[in-house]
């Protein structure tokens, strides 16, 4: 299972920096601007973030769930995310508090199948996606943080190897999966804490009109 899933991973890299680095700059400048946002802002604007970071869920649970969508409903795995990442946008927009819900479920559906209760992986990946999703609701700025700045650093590496394609390291980075994960993964952890650490957006200024806030008054 765990090789399974890893290897799926890891295609899906492979295929992904395969086709930015045909496009060449074109694909790749548009994705660091896109990756530099996800690591800084991105969890300054809840909205938005919501719809596209459980897209981007929907795509991912795609990703790992190939074989069984091309079993049991014929699916391959282009049409497959795109089904799930579009229900995962109008969800996400619609209710955002699904996103860091989803975002952690997906991380425990993976770590529950590894360790099957009473050999049952589906009922141990059922119950621990339960547990982590509940969690990431009551961790939800963090948890929506950390998972903007790991797919932020993913389209940051993917966006570097195309906008030097010409580049020998580029070509053969692009041939590494691993490496570009690993990239995305420290970049990652870094825009993670860079935007749990910075305040939330101040309030709006006071009009040059209105009177100034009331203080209260000193104790006598």
Not at 13 to 29: E, I, K, N, Q, Y
Not at 60 to 82: D, K, M, N
Not at 106 to 119: E, F, K, R
Request: charged share 5%; glycine share 12%.
């Amino acid at each position: 299972m765990v090789g399974a899933h890893a290897q799926d991973v890891l295609a899906t890299v492979t295929a992904l920096a395969d086709r930015a680095l045909s496009l060449g700059p074109v694909a790749g400048v548009p994705l660091c601007v896109a990756g530099a946002a996800a690591l800084t802002v991105a969890a300054r604007k809840r909205l938005p973030l919501a719809a596209v970071g459980l897209a981007g869920v929907g795509a991912a649970a795609a990703v790992l769930l190939r074989r069984t969508t091309a079993l049991h409903f014929g699916l391959s795995l282009g049409p497959a995310a795109g089904v799930l990442a579009a229900i995962g946008a109008v969800a996400g927009a619609l209710f955002p508090p699904a996103f860091p819900f989803a975002a952690a479920a997906l991380v425990g559906a993976v770590a529950g199948s590894l360790v099957p209760v009473g050999g049952h992986a589906v009922l141990a990946a059922a119950t621990a996606a339960l547990v982590a999703g509940l969690l990431g609701l009551a961790l939800a700025r963090p948890v929506a943080a950390t998972a903007a700045s790991l797919a932020g650093g993913l389209l940051l590496a993917l966006g570097l190897v195309a906008s030097f394609a010409h580049r020998p390291l580029a070509r053969e980075l692009a041939g590494r999966p691993a490496a570009l994960l690993g990239f995305a993964l420290v970049a990652g952890i870094a825009g993670a804490a860079f935007q749990i650490a910075s305040p939330r957006a101040a309030p709006a200024a006071r009009s040059p009109g209105s009177p100034p806030a009331a203080t209260p008054a000193a104790g006598r």
